[in-house]
Nanobody, 125 residues
Framework: QVQLVESGGGLVQPGGSLRLSCAAS????????IGWFRQAPGKEREGVSC????????WYAESVKGRFTISRDDAENTVYLQMNSLKPEDTAVYYC??????????????????WGQGTQVTVSS
């Protein structure tokens, strides 16, 4: 049974940091791309970052470039999203998802087949 479980969300002040984890089970993580998406209240879900399964191709949304870093530990079946210099506009529910591809990763949520339940990130003073 394929499962993705996010953790690491919480309340943080502007300028602070959080590290989100996406723990995968039921499949071999190293053969798949993983994406992070977020959805703020009243807004559509948007792509944040993704990482491919092969040469570690990474993509970042312009709004998070230079502040967020995606990484993976296939031995631990986990993908991470390190978020630094957080801003109030980063407040959202963050989701990880699996894409059935090896050499690339997509910023389109339609390409992803399994999703986690999400973890809340709130950036506020």
């Amino acid at each position: 049974q394929v499962q993705l479980v996010e953790s690491g969300g919480g309340l943080v002040q502007p300028g602070g940091s959080l590290r989100l984890s996406c723990a995968a089970s039921g499949f071999a993580l190293d053969y798949y791309a993983i994406g992070w998406f977020r959805q703020a209240p009243g807004k559509e879900r948007e792509g944040v970052s993704c990482i491919s399964g092969s040469d570690r191709r990474k993509w970042y949304a312009e709004s998070v470039k230079g502040r967020f870093t995606i990484s993976r530990d296939d031995a631990e079946n986990t993908v991470y999203l390190q978020m630094n210099s957080l801003k109030p506009e980063d407040t959202a529910v963050y989701y990880c998802a699996r894409e059935d591809t090896y050499y690339s990763c997509s910023d389109s949520e339609g390409e992803y087949d399994y999703w986690g339940q999400g973890t809340q990130v709130t950036v506020s003073s």
